[in-house]
């Protein structure tokens, strides 16, 4: 498979505070907030970016998210996020290891389902170590959303 690390993601409280801590702190520079919503789950979310490095920094407002920050506090890092250049190949290569990918509820999810919310193409494994999970997002989408995330256009 091909994949290259990307990413992880941690669990706020507060976006505006923690990002605020890394732009003070460290010098970071913060994109813009989003909100991600589907289902019954709804994040707001922000960029961190220190140099070439990047994580993201996720408030839950609700669903499975929300419980994991409730149940195992701020700070927890519940995901690796990866990157591809040709996610349909990754999907078809987990289905032949019988793996099916899902959606970020854990629903199965199928390859003409792989757009997320923010139109990134987008797909998870499923969960094997606790709330731990793994993410893997298109690498053309993902340098696109970085480029306008961090746009001063916006």
């Known amino acids: 498979m091909e994949l290259k690390f990307s990413h992880i993601d941690i669990l706020v409280k507060d976006l505006e505070t923690a990002c605020n801590y890394y732009a003070e702190m460290l ?16 994040v707001s979310y922000a960029v961190v970016r220190i140099g ?11 669903g499975n998210l929300k419980k994991l920050l409730d149940d195992k506090g701020e700070g927890t890092i519940y995901r690796h996020c990866y990157s591809t ?10 289905i032949d290891r019988g793996i099916q990918p899902e959606d970020e509820n854990g629903n199965a ?10 139109g990134v193409k987008i797909i998870w494994l499923p969960k094997r170590f606790g709330e731990f999970s793994i993410e893997i997002l298109e690498e053309e989408g993902l340098q696109n959303f970085m480029i306008d995330a961090f746009s001063p256009n916006h």
């Open 27 to 42: 010098g970071a520079k913060i994109s813009r907030k989003y909100t991600w919503e589907r289902d019954d789950l709804q």
């Open 52 to 62: 070439l490095e990047h994580f993201m920094l996720v408030q839950p407002v609700s």
């Open 85 to 94: 250049p040709d996610i349909e190949k990754i999907f078809d290569q987990l």
């Open 109 to 118: 999810l199928s390859k003409e389902s792989l757009n997320s919310p923010s």
